[in-house]
């Protein structure tokens, strides 16, 4: 049993309605996919100029916000930018949804027009999911627990910080987290599994939504976004779904009208679906591909890698002892795996957990570590090093104070939360805490 969608049946007046709303400001919120994923920084200046001019008039004059909301790229998704942006949204959608009633309200029904936009968002929907699944699967949204947030308590952790480290800590969810994405951007693909794989994408979406929202990751607009995308994709198919679901009654397939009549453009649509999701699928994974193999936790480790526990420190002559008083005193050193662009870091826990870094470079010749800062890059300290049995001796002048420290090395790996592994057998739950070095 196979039902045909025509292009010329008559819509209610309140589909008509919600149709242009509900297609304005998706597109409006999602412009100006698809020329954004293509190298036309010029259009995407233009655009967000556009934004910005208009951001800053709505903002004091409509929501009586005081200062300029300038376009920043923060790593968040929740700026009052973004909020007064998805403010407008709504606005445009409303002033537009209500001329385009007025000016139109004798057309029977927007078929045409409800194809090319459910096929313009489910492409958008792809694009995102592809984006964050390959990621995930190739292990590198989260990266590897840094020592840096090894060394951290629980309570000094932000919510988010929490949920990164929870995530980072299996290498294997994330993968699973990953491939739940990019699986339903594959569904996503092909008519035949476009509802199961907005039905997915909405299960995952709501996933990730929800952490977003429990955690305070600032992607909560766009995740949000992304589910009612795919909730308005698998909405399509609602009469079957709550046939099938619900009413517990057979179903059969629909057929949906093509875009193109003659056999040429079918085929040359179809040409361009194609090489644009081999392009959205592709661009993630080579990056993937890059990435893991420049973030990858078994690569190559730097000579002082590891945790440097302090057991002498003197500085200045003075032997100072470890007291949590003391704004001096190193507590733990620590050397990571290498970050962005290759770079070495060098972090310095003190006495009362104060926690910094600085840039480092090593001379595994000359046996000298060089430190910077990262704010003013005059301020270099070169520190000699030896090492005696993994244990670490410094010697130099830092911070206009001549040092000598002496520390016992302790191995990451050796971290409960890294060391435990997965059992199949445990007689009694293994939640607990277990010390450094215990």
Not at 336 to 346: A, E, K, Y
């Amino acid at each position: 049993m196979e039902s045909t969608i025509s292009l010329h049946e008559n819509w209610s007046t309140a589909r008509k309605i919600s149709f242009r709303f509900i297609f304005l400001f998706f597109f409006i919120s999602i412009f100006p996919f698809p020329l954004s994923v293509l190298p036309l920084d010029f259009l995407m200046d233009g655009i967000t100029a556009g934004w910005t001019w208009l951001i800053n008039i709505t903002a004091p004059n409509i929501l009586g916000m005081e200062g300029e909301l300038a376009y920043r790229i923060t790593g968040s998704g929740d700026r009052a930018y973004d909020w007064v942006q998805s403010f407008l949204w709504v606005v445009l959608s409303l002033i537009g949804g209500t001329l385009w009633t007025v000016l139109d309200r004798h057309r029977s029904s927007y078929q045409r027009l409800w194809r090319w936009g459910y096929l313009l968002f489910t492409y958008y929907l792809i694009y995102n999911l592809f984006g964050y699944g390959f990621i995930k699967a190739f292990g590198e949204q989260f990266g590897y627990p840094s020592i840096g947030r090894l060394l951290e308590t629980y309570g000094e952790s932000s919510p988010m910080r929490l949920l990164w480290t929870f995530m980072s800590a299996s290498e294997a969810y994330e993968q699973f987290s990953g491939w739940g994405e990019a699986i339903a951007g594959l569904l996503l693909l092909f008519h035949r599994t476009r509802t199961l794989g907005a039905l997915v994408a909405f299960g995952v979406m709501l996933n990730v939504f929800l952490l977003n929202m429990t955690y305070d990751v600032p992607v909560k607009l766009f995740s949000f976004q992304l589910v009612l995308i795919s909730l308005y994709i698998a909405g399509a198919d609602y009469q079957r779904l709550l046939g099938v679901f619900l009413q517990n009654k057979p179903v059969g397939s629909v057929k949906f009208p093509t875009l193109f009549t003659t056999r040429w453009k079918r085929y040359t649509f179809l040409g361009v679906q194609v090489l644009f999701a081999v392009y959205i699928m592709a661009e993630p994974i080579i990056s993937g591909i890059e990435t893991e193999s420049q973030y990858n936790p078994d690569r190559p480790r730097p000579a002082l890698y590891g945790i440097h526990e302090v057991e002498l420190f003197v500085a200045n002559g003075d032997t100072l002892p470890p007291l949590t008083t003391d704004t001096l005193r190193w507590g733990k050193a620590f050397m990571d795996l290498p970050g962005f662009n290759n770079r070495l870091l060098w972090g310095i826990k003190g006495m009362n957990n104060r926690l910094r870094y600085l840039v480092a470079k090593l001379d595994t010749t000359e046996q000298v570590l060089t430190l910077s800062s990262f704010r003013d890059t005059s301020k270099v300290y070169h520190l000699d090093y030896t090492f005696e049995e993994e244990n670490l001796h410094l010697s130099g002048v830092f911070e206009e104070d001549t040092l000598v420290i002496q520390t016992k090395y302790f191995n990451p790996d050796e971290f409960i939360l890294l060391k435990r592994g997965f059992n199949w057998i445990n007689d009694v739950p293994y939640n607990r805490s277990v010390p450094q070095g215990k």
